[in-house]
């Protein structure tokens, strides 16, 4: 069982509004993930966090800002949301940047209308 | 740019067939490899790893895999199949020096009865 919990699993919202991806670890990990997903296509990094106050984005650019001001808790933020935005958002923690330490959480499925 | 590439989207096969789903990367230094894996409806997860030594590594559920560096591939296997190997094989990568995960689009994986 993963100690990491992504909220809401599946959302379908409107194009515009605001919206918030939760994404928490009760592991004490100091790094945080941000991946996107697209069917049949890479996982691509769109944001990550080495600790507290610390966020980077990825490889691939977003429109998404995230935050990280506890440990636990890094969530993503969308404040006007697209149908281009439409997507798996995944979040994953880690010890360390090895990759095996990765725990992912089930992932938010997004969808813009 | 660095990238992963793995041959197969789908594959089909019955119970007690042999596996193979290749992978192949983009990087002439030191590389960690993985192949994650998730079930549906569940979470990605660690099924094996190589970071150095021996290139063969075996992981859980009786799958294994071959780092072969002068091919850059990493291809997973395992002899025969069960219905519940049902799931998404998921390559990665960490190539040396550079912190976070290189992912392939995926392998669907059906096993049928």
């Known amino acids: 069982e993963a100690d990491i919990y992504q909220t809401p699993r599946y959302l379908v919202i409107g194009t515009g509004k605001k919206i918030t991806l939760e994404c928490s670890q009760t592991?004490?990990?100091?790094?945080m993930y941000w991946y996107q997903q697209d069917p049949g296509m890479e996982l691509h990094l769109i944001h990550y966090?080495?600790?507290?106050?610390?966020?980077e984005k990825g490889d691939l650019s977003s429109e998404s800002t995230v935050s990280r001001i506890r440990t636990e808790h890094f969530p993503l933020t969308l404040e006007s949301a697209r149908p281009s935005h439409t997507s798996q958002y995944l979040c994953?923690?880690?010890?360390?940047?090895?990759?095996?330490?990765?725990?992912f959480g089930s992932g938010t499925r997004l969808t813009v209308v | 740019a660095q990238s992963v590439s793995q041959h197969n989207h789908h594959v089909i096969l019955s119970e007690a067939a042999s596996l193979e789903l290749g992978c192949n990367y983009s990087?002439?230094?030191?590389?960690?490899l993985f192949w994650y894996v998730q079930y549906p409806g569940q979470h990605l997860q660690l099924l094996l790893k190589?970071?150095?030594?021996?290139?063969l590594v075996k992981g859980i559920k009786g799958f294994e895999a071959e780092f072969i560096k002068s091919k850059f591939s990493f291809n997973l296997r395992k002899p025969s199949v069960q219905w519940s190997d049902t799931a998404e094989y998921f390559c990665?990568?960490?190539?040396?020096?550079?912190?976070?995960?290189?992912f392939g689009a995926g392998t669907r994986l059906a096993v049928h009865p």
């Open positions: 994953a923690s880690s010890e360390d940047d090895r990759g095996y330490g990765y725990t």
């Open positions: 592991m004490g990990h100091d790094k």
């Open positions: 966090s080495y600790g507290v106050n610390s966020t």
């Open positions: 990087y002439g230094g030191t590389v960690n």
């Open positions: 190589y970071f150095s030594g021996d290139p």
């Open positions: 990665a990568v960490r190539p040396g020096g550079y912190n976070k995960l290189i």
